[in-house]
Structure formats: structure tokens, C-alpha cells
């Protein structure tokens, strides 16, 4: 039997986790181990894009994740700025991965998952559920804790915090 026509034969999985991750939270990464259980190889990709004003770079939300995931061996980080279905067809990935908090979410995914099917039938969209522990948390809510100065250990990594420390360290003007 040639190997093609052994059905038994492993197929290598691919799949992708977009994102803006500015920063990753405990929400991302728990979506992060979740689906690296699932596939042989995880790509979080970093979307860089340009109408946004992040508060990281690129470069440091991908440092920042590859630093929460150095125990993944199966995880790797990049970063992507051309149309996803495109950019997953260059990585040779089937799968994109999307996490989902609420009904909110659920709009704006299925949205996307559409739009995406249409551009490329071959790619398929799978969602994981929020773990409920963190169906609250956002990389929005924890920069806004941050800016204020209050309490992130739990919403983040402690990587994370330090880099949202020196983002947000307090200058004599701000006690005014
Ligand atoms: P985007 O700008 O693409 O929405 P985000 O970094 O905000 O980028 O989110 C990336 C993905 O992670 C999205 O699918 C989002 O729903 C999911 N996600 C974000 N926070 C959580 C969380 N706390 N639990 C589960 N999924 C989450």
C-alpha cells in the first residue's frame, strides 16, 4: 500500500490563532494550551494592523508571547499584515482558531468566520469557549486597570504586568 492511500496516516494539523494580543492575557493563553492540545503545530500570529493604535509593537507583544508560551513546544509565534486566509495558506495551516466569551463575540466571529469561508472554502474556523473564569477579561480591560495603577497579577502574566508597569510609569505630572 503506498503511504497516500493509507488512511491511517497522520495528516500534520496546522492551525492558526489570530490576534491583536496587546497584550496577552490569562484569557489568551488558556485559549492558547486549550488548542495546542488539538493540533500538531499552533501559530499564534500577531495581526499587524495598522489602522489600530496599539500600546505594544509588534515586535514586543510577540516577545511577550513567546516568553507566556516558552513551555509550549508545539506553539510558535509570528506575526501577519496581508488578508488571514492568505497568510494561512503560506503556512500551509487548514485551521483558525477563535475564542468566544460571549454572545457579542459570537456576532462579530460568525461574521468573520463567513467572510472568510467565502474567500477560501479549504479554511475552516473552530471556537473554543472561554474558560468562565476569564469570560470577563480583555486586553482592553487590563490596560485600562493598568493605566490606573490597580491590581493585574490575576488578568495577566507576570511578564505582562512588568511590561504594562514600564508602559504606564507614573511621571511627576500625573499627580496632579
Ligand atoms: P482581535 O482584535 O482579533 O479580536 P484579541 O487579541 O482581542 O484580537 O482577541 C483574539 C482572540 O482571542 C479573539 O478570538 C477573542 O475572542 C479571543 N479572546 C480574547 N480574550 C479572551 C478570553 N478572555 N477568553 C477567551 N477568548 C478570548
Sequence with gaps: MSPRSNNLEHEHRIAVYPGSFDPVTFGHLDIIRRAAKQF?????????NTSKRPLFSVDERKKLLADVTRD???????????LLVRYMRSRQA???????RSVTDFEYELQMA?????????????????????SYLSSS????????N???????????????????????????
Design 40 to 48: 500538531d503545530q499552533l501559530i499564534v500570529a500577531v495581526l499587524n
Design 72 to 82: 509550549l513546544p508545539n506553539v510558535e509565534i509570528d506575526s501577519f499584515r496581508d
Design 94 to 100: 487548514q485551521v483558525i482558531v477563535r475564542g468566544i
Design 114 to 134: 463567513s467572510t472568510n469561508r467565502q474567500l477560501d472554502e479549504g479554511i475552516e474556523t473552530v471556537f473554543m469557549m472561554t474558560n468562565p473564569k476569564y
Design 141 to 148: 480591560i487590563v490596560k485600562e486597570i493598568a493605566k490606573f
Design 150 to 176: 490597580g491590581p493585574v497579577q490575576d488578568l495577566v502574566p507576570p511578564a505582562v504586568e512588568a511590561a504594562l508597569q514600564g508602559k504606564y510609569k507614573p511621571s511627576l505630572g500625573d499627580f496632579n
